[in-house]
């Protein structure tokens, strides 16, 4: 496969959908970005990186953190039990509710339904500050790792205006905590919650990063993350949950796992194959990425590469 002529085609074809959607605009840091960005990288699982447009620009990561997030969960668990201990905290079935929603939490006493709306991150940070006594700090270190970017860093102004406009996350945590469902003090989650938002990375970091998810668990270096079962159920939830309620169209138009985050990135998982990373401001309702999608799907289109 050429996957730069390949990545020239879709980039192509994407275009005319850059500059559609809105740029996230509930706090100044993130309304700032230009709208014209658009960026894809694809990292295939021997290690060879292409990329085309704004590739290597950094962007706010936002929710694909939480992919991150849970992978170390599992992969810091006693044991590797990780499927244990998590999934009885959060649940793993699409919400179709939108990622900050508060509404389910009540009647399915306080787990939320999977790991990737706005509820089950929290959890998950919160796990992840029990294992390693610095969630943010452990997640900046695992990344900067599996991107090869030692340069990679905290946004201080995305963090501190999440917290400033952090009323609903807040919400959110203190609701779970009702029902013993968080392991350490609100404040202290919601704040590596943001912290882990506001990492700066770009599509050839994010791409190079996922890349685990696409080798079975295996980092570049041939060590094992995760067990190959574990990369399977992170992929299963990302296909099932990872673009919020819009999971189920994402599926239907580009056949992948795939994250999104407000930030305007998507990844996608190709097993066996590669891991891919897009990047374009404008969002749809859903708060994915109207480019990014439509450049998904050209590529699953043209390589026929969908897990389908
Ligand atoms: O929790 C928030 O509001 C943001 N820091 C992250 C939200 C996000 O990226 C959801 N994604 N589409």
Not at 35 to 54: K, M, P, Q
Not at 283 to 308: Q, Y
Request: aromatic share 8%; charged share 20%; glycine share 10%.
């Amino acid at each position: 496969m050429d996957y730069q002529a390949v990545l020239e085609e879709v980039a192509a074809y994407a275009r005319p959908f850059v500059r559609q959607g809105q740029v996230a605009d509930y706090i100044p840091a993130l309304e700032r970005v230009s709208a014209d960005r658009f960026g894809i990288a694809v990292a295939d699982i021997h290690g060879a990186v292409y990329g085309v447009g704004d590739w290597e620009v950094p962007f706010s990561v936002q929710s694909i953190s939480k992919t991150f997030s849970l992978a170390l969960v599992m992969a810091q668990s006693p044991g590797n039990q990780g499927d244990g201990d998590i999934w009885k905290r959060v649940g793993r079935e699409p919400s179709g509710t939108p990622f900050n929603s508060l509404v389910q939490l009540e009647a399915e006493n306080g787990i939320p339904r999977n790991p990737f709306i706005n509820a089950g991150a929290l959890v998950v940070t919160d796990r992840l500050q029990t294992l390693t006594g610095d969630a943010s700090t452990s997640m900046l270190h695992f990344l900067r790792e599996e991107s090869g970017n030692p340069d990679l860093a905290f946004d201080q102004a995305v963090a501190d205006s999440e917290a400033e406009h952090g009323d609903r996350n807040a919400a959110l945590a203190h609701f779970m905590a009702s029902f013993g469902n968080l392991e350490n003090p609100v404040p202290s989650v919601i704040e590596h919650y943001f912290w882990q938002c506001s990492i700066e990375m770009s599509c050839r970091d994010l791409a190079v990063a996922g890349g685990f998810l696409a080798r079975h668990g295996l980092r570049a270096d041939g060590s094992r993350l995760l067990e190959a079962r574990e990369a399977k159920r992170i992929n299963a939830v990302m296909l099932t949950c990872g673009t919020y309620d819009a999971a189920g169209e994402f599926a239907y138009r580009v056949g992948l796992p795939a994250k999104s985050g407000v930030g305007g990135g998507i990844i996608a998982v190709i097993p066996g194959r590669c891991t891919l990373c897009v990047w374009s401001p404008g969002l749809d309702a859903r708060g994915n990425s109207v480019a990014g999608a439509a450049a998904l799907d050209h590529f699953t289109t043209l390589t026929g590469w969908s897990v389908f």
